[in-house]
Structures are given as C-alpha cells and as structure tokens.
C-alpha cells in the first residue's frame, strides 16, 4: 500500500464522498442515499470504506431481487420428473431468491446494526455515549424511566 492511501486510512480520517467505482448501479444509488447522513452523523470514516462498499452493494442486490420476485411472483412452477397420464408433470415451488434474500436480509441487517443504522443500534449508541449500560435483551432501550434525577441527555437530532 503506498504511503497516500495509508495517510487516507488513519484513524478518524473522512469517508471520501465519491461513489466507489465497483459499484453496481443500484448499489451506486444507495450509496449516494445513505452515505452523507451517516458522514454527518460521524458513524462512517475511510477505515469503513470496504465495509459500507460492501453494504451498499447487498442492498441494492437486495432490492433487485426484490423486484425479480415481484415480477415472477413468489411461487414457480417447475417441470418434474414424473409425468401424469398426459405426460405432463410439473408442480409448484417457491422461488429460489426468497431464500436467498432472505439470508441477505439477515446479513445487512448484522451491519446495518454496526453503522447505527436500526432503532436498536442507535439507542445503543445514545446509552454507551451517556455512560449507561447496554439494555438486556428483550429490554426495551429506554426502559427504566429515562435519565436518573438530575441527569441532561444528549440532543437527540445528534444520533440522526
């Protein structure tokens, strides 16, 4: 790696705003949607670059996918190999992207939750910064009655 590139990857240097080259178009499309929020939000820097790459090109498979099944609809029907008296055979299926997005779906929901991304992740993100403890699971994250006595949160259009 030359001495450029590793200057752009030091700790808490930008995210650089150009669309990464690699991208598909649909990924192109998220990134320009999500990345300057989480920028201003200081939840991505250079050293995220692969990572939110990544993600950004899953969403948009993602949603692709999503259209796919929409147009062929959730269910297929595929030849078989035993035939009717016809000699006809053939039954009904679901189809094979909905397992496959629905494994996709799980992945980015795993990093949506790393960037702050969920609900979840930015009440997480809001008590670590306020010196709480995370909530359990099953917990709601503000459950409790808020803030102890005394005590001044944070604003909250800083998590957004």
């Known amino acids: 790696m030359d001495q450029d590139k590793a200057d752009g990857l ?18 192109r499309d998220v990134w320009t949607r999500i990345v300057p929020p989480l920028k201003r939000a200081g939840r991505i820097k250079a050293t995220d670059l692969e990572a939110i790459t990544r993600y950004c090109d899953m969403v948009g498979s993602y949603w692709k996918m999503s259209k796919q099944i929409a147009e062929e609809g959730s269910t297929m029907l595929v030849p078989t190999v035993a035939k009717d008296d016809k000699g006809e055979g ?18 980015l929901e795993g990093i949506e939750d790393r960037f702050g991304m969920s609900p979840r992740a930015r009440a997480d993100l809001v008590n670590r910064q306020l ?30």
Do not use: C
């Open 10 to 27: 030091e700790a808490g240097a930008e995210i650089d705003d150009a669309v990464p080259h690699q991208l598909t178009p649909e990924g």
């Open 90 to 107: 053939a039954m009904w299926r679901r189809h094979p992207l909905l397992s496959e997005r629905r494994a996709m779906a799980k992945a």
């Open 131 to 160: 010196g709480r403890a995370p909530p359990e699971p099953g917990e709601l994250p503000l459950e409790g009655g808020g803030m102890a006595d005394g005590e001044q949160g944070a604003d909250p259009a800083a998590f957004n």
